[in-house]
């Protein structure tokens, strides 16, 4: 009959449906995973073996570029130790006592005067004792403080001409002639000057005298020797 031919044929298709679901399922179940997942897994292992291989190649071929420069960084230090001995040599005062041209000097700014460990800067205008000071901070340095009877004598021999406001004054309050730096004058290096009313400060014309701070007078920056 009809419909018993349409039920068979429906029967028919629905178990053969079901057996190709059931073929899927039994193929998933064998390997565990989908097959899609699978492809992606391979490919991304295969990629990562890739990426290491190029990154393996990189780092040899980056090696020698490495010893080049680090022979290029020894060639720049030579360089440098090169440039630092032309400098010893063409500015370093020949009088100082150097082994070689490779030993280390002292030198000062242009227009500064070296003597032993400082560079002495010695003005040709004049200004007050504080005007000076002021000055002299400019320059990255102070008014001059006299430390011992070498340097003490060589500053006289340089001032034969004018008078120069060094860092030492006297207050009216205190009565003790003081450096710049804090500490009061060693009387055994020079007398204490005659101070006058008021605010004195110290100059030097081959000795030490006491002037009124607001007198004008030439002055001496210091500072220290720049090692070379």
């Known amino acids: 009959m009809e419909g018993e031919d349409g039920y068979t044929a429906l029967n028919f298709h629905s178990r053969r449906a079901a057996s190709g679901t059931a073929a899927v399922a039994k193929k998933q179940d064998a390997s565990g995973l989908p097959c899609w997942y699978r492809i992606t897994l391979w490919a991304g292992g295969f990629v990562i073996i890739i990426l290491g291989v190029a990154v393996t190649v990189l780092a040899l071929q980056l090696e020698p570029e490495k010893e080049k420069i680090v022979l290029n ?4 230090n030579a360089s440098t130790d090169k440039f630092r001995a032309s ?5 370093c005062n020949q009088n100082q006592n150097r082994s070689s041209d490779n030993s280390p000097c002292k030198v000062c700014p242009l227009q500064w005067q070296l003597h032993r460990d400082k560079c002495y ?5 004049m200004k007050t004792w504080d005007e000076s000071q002021h000055d002299c901070s400019t320059r990255d340095s102070q008014l001059l403080v006299i430390q011992d009877k070498e340097e ?15 860092g030492l004054s006297v207050l009216k309050s205190k009565k003790k002639w003081t450096w710049i730096t804090g500490s009061q004058l060693d009387q055994s290096l020079f007398p204490e000057p005659n101070y006058a009313e008021g605010n004195s400060c110290a100059a030097i014309k ?3 005298s006491s002037e009124p701070c607001n007198r004008l007078l030439q002055w001496i920056c210091q500072k220290d020797s720049l090692l070379l």
């Open 206 to 208: 081959q000795s030490v």
């Open 152 to 166: 003490l004598d060589f500053i006289e021999s340089i001032t034969k001409n004018s008078k120069y406001w060094i």
């Open 121 to 125: 800067w010695l003005s040709d205008y």
């Open 87 to 91: 400098l010893r040599h063409n500015l």
């Open 73 to 76: 960084n020894g060639g720049c």
